[in-house]
């Protein structure tokens, strides 16, 4: 079964649920795909999919750090809510040990690609080790925090 099909068939049973806040959110992530597709004129796929989640999770968890900083815990608890539910169409989260595994991965499969004569990675190489290490995380790992890995072991001469 697709993750498409899994959040139609979720839509369908909180629909007979009468959970609306489960459905509005549901409904949300549907139209944020559709969009998607709509802009890229193409269908997408779990990956696809799991991208838009990503940028509807970081969106809600900056709009609940905006809420409480002007202390309006009830739409930051209507945003939590929504983070609850979006997290569950995520595929299970990578540990760190294994985020470590993918970033030495990646910048050895980077270090290889550069060439032989061209010496090592330097901080310079950070965009392209980050465009490889991105699709291997997408929606398994903050990528924020990967990047922090990345740029210490760079600066450290990878």
């Known amino acids: ?60 968890r900056d709009s609940i750090a905006q809420y409480e900083a002007a202390g309006r815990d009830d739409l930051a608890q209507q945003e939590r809510s929504e983070v609850t539910v979006l997290s569950a169409y995520l595929p299970q989260p990578f540990s760190e040990s294994e985020v470590l595994a993918e970033v030495e991965a990646v910048l050895a499969e980077a270090f290889t690609s550069k060439g032989e004569g061209a010496g090592a990675l330097s901080a310079g190489d950070m965009g392209r080790v980050m465009a490889l290490l991105k699709p291997r995380l997408a929606g398994r790992a903050d990528i924020s925090k990967a990047s922090a890995l990345v740029k210490a072991r760079l600066a450290a001469g990878a």
């Open 1 to 60: 079964m697709t993750l498409k099909q899994q959040i139609q068939d979720d839509m369908k049973a909180a629909m007979r649920a009468k959970d609306s806040a489960r459905l509005g959110t549901i409904r949300l992530l549907i139209a944020a795909y559709r969009q998607r597709e709509i802009d890229d004129q193409s269908e997408l796929d779990d990956s696809g999919v799991t991208a838009v989640i990503d940028r509807m999770l970081k969106q809600r």
